[in-house]
């Protein structure tokens, strides 16, 4: 990942080794753009809380979360987003929290990482890091706490900026401390940050409540997912015209999708020689 923004190669080669950063996190935006079908994601764009998200003049922080149930594109949905900002010349920040890797699940890693991408973005910022790497302290090693009063409260929050940095958060509920991260969160509530917050998670009553709570300090709303069945009708029908499919076998797996797909995927239909047809995309 380029660095260009921060001011000197001294800097960004102090900030790199300060915070152990290893991966790209194009690596992971690569993929899940990859995946993309053609006329998908395109609703979100037109949604009036995203556009009031982005839009916004507010000085202090905004979140928004999109809860959706498993198998709706919501990685997917999220690379497209931070593809979106980058379009349109807005500082984006972006992590996906990864189930089975520990690395990618760790709140250690995401906020080292976020420090990074952000300090890329914000001279300033990096350059405040790169006088931490004097101190000794091991943020590889550090308590999540520890490393938010550092690397955010202590550096990022006092600084006073007027445009927004967004950070599009994907697989909240995959983090290994969803609700620790939450409850830091609450502490950005300052006038001279206008921080723009996408949290894109599976639904969960816990999640649910820890945004409730957060929704006490920092501006939070919940962004519908009903839409992201628009995704999946896209998705099925690209499917149905590769395996060049009969309208029959259309038809029939489109009233299946209607009447299931809401809930999470569309699951395939009966065809004339009575096999089969199952759909399914694994972490989409």
Known sequence: MGCSVVSTEEVFRKIKALLNIREAPEDDLEYFLG????????????????????EGTSQTPEILWLGAL???????????????????GLDCSFYFFRYGNQTRTSLNAFLRSMAYQTACHVPSYGRRLAELSDNGFNFEKGESRMLWQKLFTQALFRANRNNPLYWVIDGLDESDSPETLLSLLSSTASPNLPLR??????????????????????????????????????????????????????????????????????????????SYVVFYRGRY
């Open 70 to 88: 498993p198998g709706t594109g919501k990685s997917v949905l999220s690379a497209s987003v931070i593809q979106h900002l980058r379009k349109t």
């Open 197 to 274: 917050i996408l949290f894109v998670s599976r639904k969960s009553q816990t999640l649910a409540m820890s945004f409730e709570r957060l929704s006490a300090s920092i501006k939070t709303q919940h962004l519908s997912s009903d839409s992201s069945v628009l995704d999946l009708k896209i998705y099925v029908d690209k499917e149905m015209n590769f395996m060049r499919a009969t309208p029959d076998l259309k038809k029939t797996c489109h009233f299946n999708y209607h009447e299931h797909g809401k809930w999470q995927f569309s699951l395939g239909a009966s065809c004339s020689q009575g």
């Open 35 to 54: 995946r993309r079908v053609e006329g998908s994601c395109e609703w979100i764009l037109k949604n009036n809380h995203f556009k009031s998200w982005i």
